[in-house]
Antibody, heavy 121, light 107 residues
Framework: EVQLVESGGGLVQPGGSLRLSCAAS????????MNWVRQAPGKGLEWVSY????????NYADSVKGRFTISRDNPKNSLYLQMDSLRAEDTAVYYC??????????????WGQGTLVTVSS | EIVLTQSPATLSLSPGERATLSCRAS??????LAWYQQKPGQAPRLLIY???NRATGIPARFSGSGSGTDFSLTISSLEPEDFAVYYC?????????FGGGTKVEIK
């Protein structure tokens, strides 16, 4: 069974840092690209970042570029999101999502349950 | 950035009725569009990918259509468990973007 479990969320002051983790199990982690998607309270979904299966290709939303860093450790079956210079508008539930890619395109076929990040003084 | 506009924002229907949700892209996304369902307190779930392909385990009452800039998600006969928020998402260009969502509520 595919499982994605996020951790590392919490309360942090503006300007602070936080590192999120996503532990993957039930599939060959090193074969899949991964993403972080967030959802502010009562709002819609916002894609945050993508990392290819090998880690060689990375993309970010403009809203987090230069502040967030995505990475992965394939032997540890883990995905990470280092969040620096946090702002109030980064307050959200952060989901990790697996990318399933076919010959045509990719889609988020499995999601974790999310971890809440609150940026407030 | 490709902007996805979903309409209506809220759809009030009764169980058994047909629901038609719209997603319009600011530029062509070809068929690289997916639909997700989200219930309160839960993570999103993939329903449709490549505009019209049902994901594994998704009931046949869910169908997707469209290409280019205009897409729709149809639920042929609403079941009680279908009342939720639905999001479209494009995979044509970076950054990946989602629509603002359509809430399907019980009338």
């Amino acid at each position: 069974e595919v499982q994605l479990v996020e951790s590392g969320g919490g309360l942090v002051q503006p300007g602070g840092s936080l590192r999120l983790s996503c532990a993957a199990s039930g599939f060959t982690f090193s074969s899949y690209s991964m993403n972080w998607v967030r959802q502010a309270p009562g709002k819609g979904l916002e894609w945050v970042s993508y990392i290819s299966s090998s880690g060689s290709t990375i993309n970010y939303a403009d809203s987090v570029k230069g502040r967030f860093t995505i990475s992965r450790d394939n032997p540890k079956n883990s995905l990470y999101l280092q969040m620096d210079s946090l702002r109030a508008e980064d307050t959200a539930v952060y989901y990790c999502a697996r990318d399933y890619c076919s010959s045509t395109t990719c889609r988020f076929d499995y999601w974790g349950q999310g971890t809440l990040v609150t940026v407030s003084s | 950035e490709i902007v996805l506009t979903q309409s209506p924002a809220t759809l009030s229907l009764s169980p058994g009725e047909r629901a038609t949700l719209s997603c319009r892209a600011s530029q062509s996304v070809s068929s690289y569009l997916a639909w997700y369902q989200q219930k309160p307190g839960q993570a999103p779930r993939l329903l449709i990918y490549d505009a019209s392909n049902r994901a594994t385990g998704i009931p046949a009452r869910f169908s997707g259509s469209g290409s280019g800039t205009d897409f729709s998600l149809t639920i042929s006969s609403l079941e009680p468990e279908d009342f939720a928020v639905y999001y479209c998402q494009q995979r044509r260009k970076w950054p990946l973007t989602f629509g603002g969502g359509t809430k399907v509520e019980i009338k």
